[in-house]
């Protein structure tokens, strides 16, 4: 099929050229970002291959459908960046990349905790200055602390399986109850139980109307003090502001962000020559007690060849078939 590809970097085209060799794909690479602006790009191409900050709203879309765009790949399990209304109204088949690489970011998960908990990052800069002081490098062990995950699906049941080995006590909360993590944690009947109960919460549930600003000034009411926060999930999970306010009132003792909510215009890029001009993002920055990366804890050899593999796949399934195994459909996200 021919393809064009979204937001390509320089390790997207790598690993999909790779993998396109058992393929035979026309594949297309485009570094721009799609947005309304760039969505022409797509003329006469049958496929579209976008990751987590490509905008695929009903704008898009709609220009998309008069392109001849007739599926939407994702190269990302999330799928939120997509108005699947939308495209079902324009006829175009959405297909994701259900499960990658679970490890990835569950491994990055727990190096987050690990780093903030320990100081390493902290620790990494004072020593290539020659500054072996430790004072203010004081950690603490994960054995001494109660953690909860907050959504256990493949993410937060494989990051459960990790923590495992630390002797922490782990809790759970997800709206189904899976076994395989009820074996390696006590689920709780609520998200405010896990706030009253965990030193530390990781959050791996999608974001959805639901989880929206799951984490909120009213949530925030109900938590330990100094409770260390998790976020390598999506963005809009925490409401940023409410946040900041934690932090600066030490409600929140630590924050590890992998994602942010108005990401973006951010993320991906580099703009090391310019000026921020997100005064929220900027504020978050200045807490030494915050650890924020780029959207990157599914960024592994493995994962990557995965993504390829499985993107490819499902473009391949949807020429043949007409349909895709790993489609997502809004009937499903609304659980009907
Ligand atoms: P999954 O679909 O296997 O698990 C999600 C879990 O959340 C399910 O068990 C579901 O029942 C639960 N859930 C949904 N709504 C809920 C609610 N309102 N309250 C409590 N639980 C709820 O998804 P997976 O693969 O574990 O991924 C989780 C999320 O991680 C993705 O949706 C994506 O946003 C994020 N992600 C982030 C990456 C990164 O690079 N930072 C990479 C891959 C995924």
Known sequence: ?????????????????????????????????????TAPLAEGFPGICVFVNDRVDRHVLARLATSGVRIVATRSAGYNQIDLEAAERHGI????????????????????????????????????????????????ELRDKTIGILGTGRIGTMTLRNLSGFGARLLAYDVVRNP??????????????LARQCDIISLHVPLTPQTYHLIDEEFLRHVKPGVFLVNTSRGALLETRAVIEGL????????????????????????????????????????????????????????????????????REFEETGACTNAVTAEEVRGE
């Open 93 to 140: 088949v959405v297909v994701r990349v259900p499960a990658y690489s679970p490890n990835a970011v569950s491994e990055f998960t727990v190096g987050l905790i690990l780093t903030l908990g320990r100081q390493i990052h902290r620790a990494y800069n004072r020593v290539r200055e020659h500054n072996f002081e430790l004072t203010g490098l004081e950690g603490f």
């Open 248 to 315: 600066k009132s030490g409600v929140i003792g630590f924050l590890a962000i992998d994602v942010y909510e108005e990401e973006e215009d951010l993320f991906y890029k580099d703009l090391s020559n310019r000026v921020l001009t997100d005064d929220t993002f900027a504020r978050l920055l200045t807490f030494p007690n915050v650890i924020v990366t780029g959207h990157q804890a599914f960024l592994t050899d493995h994962a990557l060849r995965t993504i390829a593999e499985t993107t490819l796949g499902n473009l």
């Open 180 to 193: 395989e993590a009820s074996a390696l944690a006590e689920y709780v009947d609520s998200p405010r139980e």
């Open 1 to 37: 099929m021919k393809v064009a590809v979204f937001s390509a970097k320089p390790y997207d085209r790598a690993s999909l050229e790779r993998c396109n060799a058992t393929f035979g794909h026309e594949l297309h690479f485009f570094e721009a970002r799609l947005t309304i602006e």
